[in-house]
C-alpha cells in the first residue's frame, strides 16, 4: 500500500512545520510544496523527478527549500544483497562462459579449409551455427549477469528490462543455431552425395529451388518475433514498485497481444527446422516404402544430435508463450518462480549448447572427411583393377626423389630456360632452331625422292616403270612440300618419257581391279595390226635389253 504523507496525521516534530522520519527531522512545508510522497512498503520518499531512500543507513540528513535532500541515496541504485535470482544466475553464466571457448574450439576446427572452396557450398555455410553459438552465450551472459542487479535494485528500472530483452535474444539466436545445425547437415549429406559424381544433381530443379526459399521462410518468421518484441515501450515492464503499479502497468504489457504472436512465429521456425530435416532425409537418404517404414527411417536416419535438440527447442518455444499468458512465470516479474524461470528459460538453451558442442567434437572436419573418402573410392577401383599403390616410403628409399627441395627444383628449371627477357630470347631462339630443322630435313625428303626417281637404269622396262609409277597417295592437302614435290617429279616424267608415260598409263587402266602390278607382265611384240613405240623391241624377251645411248634415241 502506497499513501501520501500527511503531517497533520504524523507525529509533530518540535513545530507544526517539522515531521519525523526514521528519526530525522524534515520540513513539512518544502515536501507538501515539492509533492513528496513516502511509500513505507520500500521505504522510499519520491515524486515525479527525484526518489530517496527513506531507511537506514540511507535516510537523508535534511531538505533543502529547493527540494534537495542532503547525504541522499538514490532509490535506483544497487544497494541490496545478492538474492537467490542473481545466485543462480552466475551459476549459470559461468557453464554459458565455458560453453563460450569450446564453441571457439570447435569453430577452428570445423571453420578450416583443407580444399578449394567450391561455389555451391560456401565454407560460411558449415560456420553460421558457430557463429550463432557465440551469439546466444553473449546475449545469455549478459542477461544472467544483469539479473545481479534485479535484486539489488529496490525499486525496478534498467536492470529487468536488460535482463529480458537479452533473454529474447538469446531464445531467437538458439532457434537459429537448431535451424543451421539441420540445415548445414543436409547441405553435408547433398555435397557427400555429389562428390562421386558432380552432375548427379541439378542446382536449379524442384529439389534445389526448395533449399533455396526455405532458409529465407525461417529467417523471414525469425525476424517477424524479433520486431513483435524488441521495439516496444519497455517502462511498463519497470512499473513493479508496488502491487497495484504492477497490475495496473507490468502485467499488461507482459501479456500484450505481441507477445503471444510472437510466440506463434517462434513455432513456425520451429516447424521449417522439422520440415528442412525431413527434406534432407528424403533425398540424401535411403527410402522406405509404407508410412509406418518411413516413420521409423526418419528417426533412424537422423543424427542423435538432432534428437535431442529439436525437442530441446520445442521446450524452449513453450515457455516463451507460457510467459506470455502467465506473468507469474515470467522472467519479466522481478519476484518470479526461479524454478521455472531457470528450468523453462534457460536449461533447454544450455542443454541445445551442450549437445552441440558435444557433437563438434565427435565429428571430423568435413574437408579431411571428404578427403578420407576419396582416398577410399580410389582404393577400391585400384583393387578392381588390380594395382598395387606403392607406399609414399618407397620412392626415396629407391632414390626415385631428385635432390633438393622445392625451391631448388624451380631455380634448377629457371636456368635451363632462363629468366625475364633471356627467357623470352632463348623461346625464339629454340623457336627459329625447330623452324630451320623442320626445314631441312624437308629438303633433304624433297632431294631424296627426286634422285630416286630420276636416277638412269640400263632397262627401258625399269626407266618406264620408274618414271611412270606414280608416288604413294598422301592424303593431307596439296599444300604440303612433300605433294608439291610429287607433281614436280610427274610432270618431269611426263616431258621425258611421254610415250611411256601414255603407255603405262593405258597398261595400269587394263589391270586396274586384277590386283596384279602391270609392269610385271612380259612386252608384247608389235604386229602388223600394231604401232610401234620407240621404246619397244622386236628382239625376243630372252636378248639384252636395248641400251640408250643418249638423248637422241629417245
Known amino acids: 500500500m502506497s499513501f501520501h504523507l500527511n503531517l497533520r496525521a504524523l507525529p509533530i516534530g518540535d513545530n507544526s512545520t517539522d515531521t519525523i522520519i526514521n528519526n530525522v527531522h524534515f520540513n513539512l512545508t518544502t515536501l507538501n510544496h515539492w509533492n513528496y510522497t513516502y511509500y513505507p512498503t520500500n521505504f522510499t520518499l519520491s515524486n515525479d523527478s527525484s526518489c530517496v531512500l527513506m531507511d537506514s543507513p540511507y535516510t537523508p540528513t535534511s531538505v533543502l527549500a529547493n527540494g534537495t535532500f542532503l547525504n541522499s541515496t ?38 578450416e579449409l583443407h580444399l578449394p572452396a567450391e561455389k555451391r557450398f560456401y565454407p560460411v555455410g558449415r560456420r553460421w551455427q ?15 549477469f544483469t539479473g545481479i542487479d534485479v535484486d539489488r535494485y529496490r525499486v525496478p528500472e534498467l536492470p529487468i528490462v536488460l535482463n529480458v530483452f537479452f533473454w529474447f535474444l538469446m531464445q531467437m539466436g538458439i532457434m537459429a543455431l537448431v535451424w543451421e545445425g539441420v540445415r548445414h547437415w543436409g547441405s553435408w549429406m547433398e555435397r557427400q552425395y555429389i562428390d562421386p559424381n558432380p552432375f548427379v544433381l541439378k542446382q536449379n530443379d524442384k529439389r534445389g529451388m526448395f533449399e533455396f526459399w526455405l532458409p ?22 519497470e512499473h513493479q514498485r508496488s502491487p497495484e503499479q504492477t497490475l495496473q502497468d507490468a502485467v499488461p504489457a507482459a501479456t500484450d497481444g505481441r507477445f503471444k504472436a510472437a510466440t506463434f512465429c517462434l513455432f513456425v521456425c520451429w516447424l521449417t527446422t522439422m520440415v528442412s530435416l525431413w527434406h534432407s532425409i528424403r533425398h540424401y537418404e535411403p527410402r522406405n516404402r509404407g508410412f509406418f517404414n518411413r516413420a521409423i527411417g526418419f528417426w533412424g536416419y537422423m543424427p542423435f544430435r538432432f534428437t535431442l535438440m529439436t525437442p530441446l527447442a520445442l521446450a524452449v518455444v513453450a515457455y516463451q508463450g507460457l510467459c506470455a499468458w502467465d ?62 599403390r606403392k607406399p609414399a616410403w618407397w620412392r626415396r628409399v629407391n632414390g626415385d626423389v631428385s635432390a633438393g627441395n622445392m625451391r631448388d627444383r624451380i631455380m634448377r628449371n629457371v636456368r635451363e630456360v632462363g629468366g625475364g627477357r633471356p627467357t623470352a630470347r632463348e623461346i625464339e631462339r629454340l623457336a627459329e632452331r ?13 632431294n631424296t625422292i627426286e634422285m630416286n ?7 627401258v622396262h625399269s626407266s618406264i616403270r620408274g618414271a ?6 598422301s592424303p593431307h592437302g596439296g599444300k604440303s612440300d612433300r605433294r608439291r614435290s610429287e607433281r614436280t617429279v610427274q610432270v618431269a616424267a611426263s616431258l621425258l618419257f611421254p610415250n611411256a608415260n601414255a603407255e603405262a598409263n593405258a597398261d595400269t587402266s587394263a589391270g586396274r581391279g586384277r590386283g596384279l602390278e602391270v609392269t610385271s607382265d612380259p612386252p608384247r611384240r608389235p604386229g602388223t595390226s600394231e604401232r610401234s613405240s620407240s621404246t619397244a623391241s622386236g628382239l625376243s624377251t630372252s636378248g639384252p635389253p636395248q641400251q640408250i645411248r643418249s638423248m637422241l634415241d629417245v
Not at 79 to 95: E, H, K, M, Q
Not at 216 to 237: A, C, D, E, G
Request: proline share 5%.
Open 216 to 237: 529465407l521462410f525461417f529467417y523471414f518468421w525469425l525476424w517477424m518475433n524479433f520486431f513483435l518484441i524488441v521495439p516496444r515501450n519497455w517502462s511498463p515492464i
Open 130 to 144: 558457430w557463429y550463432w553459438a557465440i551469439f546466444v552465450c553473449a546475449t545469455s551472459l549478459v542477461a544472467l
Open 453 to 459: 626417281e630420276m636416277r638412269r637404269t640400263n632397262s
Open 434 to 446: 625447330r623452324a630451320q630443322e623442320a626445314e631441312t630435313a624437308a629438303e633433304n625428303r624433297n
Open 327 to 388: 506473468f507469474n512465470l515470467s522472467p519479466l516479474k522481478v519476484g518470479t518462480n526461479l524454478l521455472a524461470m531457470y528450468l523453462g528459460g534457460y536449461a533447454p538453451t544450455l542443454l541445445i549448447l551442450i549437445v552441440q558442442i558435444l557433437g563438434g567434437f565427435t565429428r571430423p572436419n568435413e574437408d579431411r572427411e571428404l578427403i578420407r573418402q576419396r582416398r577410399e573410392r580410389g582404393q577400391a577401383i585400384d583393387q578392381e583393377l588390380g594395382l598395387v
Open 74 to 111: 538514490s532509490c535506483y541504485s544497487a544497494t541490496g544483497d545478492i538474492g537467490n535470482r542473481a545466485r543462480i544466475g552466475i551459476a549459470f553464466a559461468v557453464v554459458f562462459a565455458l560453453s563460450l571457448v569450446f564453441v571457439l574450439v570447435n569453430l577452428k576446427k570445423h571453420g
Open 468 to 473: 611412270a609409277a606414280p608416288p604413294p597417295y
